[in-house]
């Protein structure tokens, strides 16, 4: 993605202009565009993080501390057996176009979302609801087929978002949610607009404006932060940088942590890969503090497994995968696989690209070649994600606690092991929270064992911005730039 560096002149204008606009307005680097922007038909984290809490909200939200919280849903009972949510509505809220939101929308959104042909990315989501019916225009009941003690924790992801039936068909471009942000415009390939809701339900935002501008290259991601071209730069990809900008007064550096296994993912579902002696091969060939370190200087936590170290439910694996080229050579001549090349595809982030030129040259000191192509985003949806056409790619899972991806069958890494799937419908029924740790510690020590994947590190939340500027979340529960707190100092 192109992004054209400014001569110095222009930048001392352009500074000049940021600093006149401050109080009321922000501009943001994000090193993804997303492909569209609709949170209910796409997988890509770049849509949350221009749209969650932003432009859509859902029945419930994520806090920047991980909290569920109410959103559109005011407040919910649960009924005794944990079958029925009966949620109860804000009121005064309208959607962007002007429509008068009400249960009818609930009921619209849960059933397109849930329903056969549904292009839902989190389809799994719903797949619990039995029914939703409308009781009165503010008050909408769900039935689930089973108790769920974590329905309002789905109902908070961005792909479980309130929509207008009537709006519904354009949102990929034409986004109308009921949000404290409306949308501005998109001009493709360099940034998308927000303006506050003058009708806003909740509380205003301090914001008058809000642009997201998209620079890919790390290089070009400093320079923009340096000329004063963006304010922030919440997930910023030049960590080598960070020291200096560090350094310098006007600038504060934010590093929390993500809801991001970055994984080495493997195609299970097709030879050779199929062989679970060779993914364990590959497993311990795979040096993570080197990927960290080369990858991210220094920033992440090695994992053993698809959860989050600081989730209180993790169990650290990394042992069983740990670096030693030499049982990986072993393992290789055990499952009878000689004269390897595996094709490596790499999606646009910088942990992808620098971290696949490392993790090829691990590789080869146990004797597997690899075929690297790098992808643009929409190539990676298309192939890797939707198509399944890949042997390994790197990419950081940053949806919040999914563990039960690998319960899905058509899931793009392909493993959904019978014995995994009946633990997570274990899990769905569990609503007790020790068995609900004990299952989810089970789940983990299952997939690390069956090397499903090569667990690399949790993604670090390194992000750069302005020093007047707060309320940005220091820690991602979820994909999100959450503006609703956002202000400036002055």
Partial sequence: MLHRLMTTAAACLLAAGSAAAAPDAITLGMVLEPPNLDPTAGAAAAIDEVVYANIYEGL????????????????????EDGTVYTFHLQGGVVFHNGSGFDAEDVKFSLDRARAEDSANAQKALFGGIASVEVLDPATVQVTLAAPDGAFPFKMAWGDAVIVAPE?????????????????????????VTLTAFPDYWGAKPALRQATFRFISDPTAAFAAMMAGDVDAFPNFPAPETLPQLEADPRFKV??????????????????????????????????????????????GTPIGTHFAPHNPDYVDLTELSAHDPERAKALLAEAGVTDLTLRLALPPPTYARRGGEIIAAQLAAVGIRTEITNLEWAQ???????????????????????????????????????????????????????????????????????????????????GVADARIEGLWENAPTQANDLTAVHWTE
């Fill in 60 to 79: 419930t939200r994520f806090g920047p501390d991980g909290a569920v919280l109410p959103a559109l849903a005011e407040r919910w009972d649960i009924s």
């Fill in 380 to 462: 990676w949806l298309e192939q890797v994600f939707k198509g399944r056409d890949f042997d390994l790619t790197i990419i950081s899972h940053t949806e919040p606690a999914d563990i039960n991806i690998y319960a899905r069958d058509d899931y793009y890494f392909g493993y959904a092991r019978p014995e995994f799937v009946a633990l997570m419908e274990t899990l769905d029924r569990t609503t007790d929270a020790a068995a609900r740790s004990a299952l989810l510690q089970d789940a983990q020590r299952m997939i690390a064992g069956d090397y499903v994947n090569t667990y690399l590190f949790q993604l670090a939340k390194t």
């Fill in 167 to 191: 709006s519904a068909a354009e949102l990929a471009t034409k986004p109308v949610g009921t949000g404290p942000f409306a949308f501005g415009e998109w001009v493709q390939g360099d940034h």
């Fill in 254 to 299: 934010i590093v929390g942590s993500t809801e991001g296994e970055t994984i080495l993912a493997m195609n299970n579902r097709k030879a050779p890969l199929d062989n679970v002696k060779l993914r364990e091969a590959i497993a311990h060939a795979i040096n993570r503090q080197d990927v960290i370190d080369g990858a991210m200087f220094g920033y």
